[in-house]
């Protein structure tokens, strides 16, 4: 019984010290990941991309759970003209993300990815991910005026306009989208409307209008 006792005490002192030695592990992984982290944020910050690029690599070889840390990386390929691997890692952003905000995330990360398949001229795909990103949060302002620019640009007026109002019913203190609902306002007539529009604007400041309001508003 003695002995039984003895190596079961034994037994006990080696997986705890097997546990510690797995925690230290852990932990020293963990700060080398953070360390080598912080070295390539720092480097991207100084525009210095290919060698970010290199310590944001070490870092996801390290621990790849961090999916937000992908989103940087597209943004530091994207400055070197990796658009398609760019897109890859907003890919994995929107596979990999969970928790409470998982909606919004995602539909952000829709847009960005958007944005890359614009920059390499993949216009059919950055429509599909904006109109993605639409689906996962009908809040994203900045998602419909984007999307307004697709329809604009083939001549679906109409949409354009839709996605224009419903962003300004989202969020009515962004300029741009007053800038290019105006625009279109008065492009098919609806002179009213644009006034009302270039009001707003001049309003804010941007004196470039008040010719045109001067010109065709009462």
């Not at 829709?110 to 993605?132: G, P, T, V, W």
Request: with cysteine; proline share 1%; glycine share 4%.
């Amino acid at each position: 019984m003695l002995i039984q006792s003895i190596s079961k005490s034994k037994a006990k002192i080696v997986i705890s010290l097997l546990l510690m030695l797995l925690w230290v592990s852990y932990t020293a992984k963990s700060q080398d990941y953070e360390k080598i982290f912080r070295k390539g944020v720092n480097l991207y910050k100084e525009n210095k991309f290919k060698e970010a690029l290199i310590y944001i690599d070490s870092s996801l070889n390290i621990d790849s759970s961090a999916y937000q840390r992908y989103s940087l990386r597209s943004d530091i390929k994207i400055s070197l003209g990796m658009l398609k691997s760019a897109a890859e890692d907003m890919t994995r952003c929107i596979e990999k993300c969970d928790g409470p905000n998982r909606m919004s995330h995602v539909s952000d990360y829709y847009m960005k990815r958007a944005e890359i398949c614009s920059l390499d001229k993949n216009q059919n795909q950055a429509f599909l991910d904006i109109h993605k990103s639409i689906e996962f949060n009908p809040k994203n302002w900045k998602a419909y005026t984007i999307r307004s620019s697709y329809y604009l640009n083939g001549g679906n007026l109409y949409n354009a306009m839709l996605d224009l109002d419903k962003s300004i019913s989202i969020n009515d203190n962004e300029a741009n989208t007053y800038v290019i609902r105006g625009e279109l306002r008065a492009e098919t007539g609806d002179i009213s409307g644009a006034c009302k529009d270039f009001r707003k604007l001049a309003g804010w400041g941007f004196d470039e209008y008040n010719q045109w309001l001067s010109e065709n508003c009462k």
